[in-house]
């Protein structure tokens, strides 16, 4: 995968003063595979690229080249298809700051309901998988009611957890899911 972002001044200011297109490097080249029922951890320091891999896994980025390939198919013309729905279900992520990753509108019952209502799954069944996946993170049955401020850090992240495994994915793309914890 290579990623590049374009960050150069506006286009009348390149044209005004004669600048050329800037062109930053997030990710160049990278290449790995997975095997399933395995843990993949990349390590690096800051800005080297780590969370534009992870988002180019889940496709809230495009490649600038490169593709990522998810159980022999190309991943990124999933996500431009009218499968992507049904594709996203298999990938979760568990995003890096719980405190912007969670709608402090919505209690968290109604946070870790959304994947589960957005897949179609049972509303008679959500509850139960709602409390089962609390008490998978270590967090009792009360949390349900409650809003994202009314926990610590490390309790936000949890339920963030808890919402990448709502819908039992075979691949979660974690970026730096232990940060808060």
């Known amino acids: 995968l290579t990623k590049f972002f374009d960050v ?10 004669r600048k050329p297109r800037q062109l930053l490097q997030a990710v160049d080249g990278v290449s790995f595979a997975i095997e399933k029922g395995t843990t993949l951890a990349l390590v690096g320091e800051s800005g080297c690229g780590k969370s534009t891999i ?3 896994l889940m496709g809230l980025y495009t490649p600038t080249r490169g593709s990522f390939r998810f159980d022999g198919q190309d991943a990124h013309a999933i996500f ?5 729905k049904a594709f996203r279900r298999r990938i ?8 912007s990753a ?10 870790l309901e959304a994947p589960l209502k957005i897949q179609k799954i049972g509303k008679s069944q959500r ?8 008490n998978k993170v270590g967090l009792d049955e009360n949390a349900y009611d409650k809003y994202p401020h009314e926990f610590s850090g490390g309790q936000r992240q949890r339920i963030v957890i808890a919402r990448a495994l709502a819908l039992k994915p075979k691949l979660i793309v974690a970026d730096e899911p232990v940060s808060a914890l």
């Open 8 to 17: 150069s001044a506006s286009w009348l200011t390149r044209v005004i003063e």
């Open 54 to 56: 992870a988002r180019l």
């Open 92 to 99: 979760q992520m568990i995003f890096q700051d719980p405190y």
């Open 102 to 111: 969670l709608n402090p509108r919505k209690s968290v019952g109604k946070i």
């Open 127 to 134: 509850k139960k998988i709602i409390l089962d996946l609390l």
């Open 80 to 84: 431009k298809s009218d499968n992507a």
